[in-house]
């Protein structure tokens, strides 16, 4: 028997965009989604990077999540972040249906006593520790959007987090989120529920970056196009643990919305 330890099989593919401006306004508040992205790649690796090579070159390649950082500006969001989702949709749902879906058929643990767990060989986190799962705990082909954006009116480092479109949880004003929504929306990801007929779920997490005291529309501009000063980026650093637990919960919920 292997002496391989057998591990609890996520329940979702996420998919991790991060959004703000490029150069030259890498850093600013307005990018606040770049930087918190940038922090949790190690984390996350560690905690839950589930690859289905042992090679050291495969470290990065999670089977479970990808993370994706949006080279458009902010307001035009949606066009680049559907064409990036859409083919990574087809490649984890082509690794899906190879690698899960024949033994998802398989019956369980539950409809069987007899029945042995159709196992996975999987390794995880950077040291490419081996483990087993059993292919059967996935049973369907469950794919979140996983925004990251900056939250204007919350703390800075203060997180924000919420699930679904506009009929959820208001979008705020948010031109990143809402070009975003309208792209999937035109491509038909999404319907004023939910989820779409591809059953794809959102999860929204807003890193707070604060805001100037005028409301004038101006003053807000300059504000967000501001620099992140170290305070702002050690902010962003101590809540990484508590996005990597969201992220870590998201990938093991159950339920198909």
Not at 96 to 119: G, I, V
Request: with cysteine; aromatic share 6%; net charge positive.
């Amino acid at each position: 028997m292997s002496s391989i330890p057998l591990y609890r099989c996520p329940r979702r593919f996420l998919f991790i965009a991060s959004i703000g401006n490029p150069a030259p306004y890498t850093g600013t508040r307005h990018s606040a989604g770049h930087v918190l992205l940038d922090a949790l790649q190690a984390p996350l690796q560690e905690r839950i990077g589930l690859t289905s090579s042992g090679s050291v070159g495969d470290t990065g390649k999670s089977i479970f999540y990808t993370m994706w950082k949006s080279p458009a500006l902010m307001n035009v969001s949606g066009p680049p972040v559907l064409r990036q989702f859409r083919s990574w949709l087809a490649n984890r749902q082509q690794f899906f249906d190879t690698a899960f879906a024949a033994a998802a058929s398989q019956p369980s643990a539950a409809e069987s006593s007899e029945s042995q767990p159709q196992t996975k060989r999987l390794f995880k986190g950077s040291g490419l520790s081996p483990i087993d799962v059993d292919a059967r705990d996935l049973t369907r082909f469950r794919p979140t959007l996983v925004i990251l954006h900056d939250e204007l009116e919350a703390a800075p480092g203060k997180i924000k987090v919420r699930m679904g479109g506009p009929e959820q949880a208001s979008l705020r004003g948010h031109r990143g989120l809402i070009s975003i929504i309208e792209s999937f929306r035109g491509a038909r990801l999404l319907t004023p529920k939910r989820e779409g007929p591809a059953g794809v779920s959102i999860l929204r997490i807003g890193i707070g970056i604060g805001r100037p005291v005028s409301r004038e529309r101006d003053a807000v501009a300059d504000y967000v196009l501001g620099k992140l000063s170290p305070r702002d980026l050690e902010a962003v650093q101590r809540v990484v643990p508590e996005v990597v637990d969201l992220l870590v919960k998201e990938m093991y919920r159950e339920g198909d919305d």
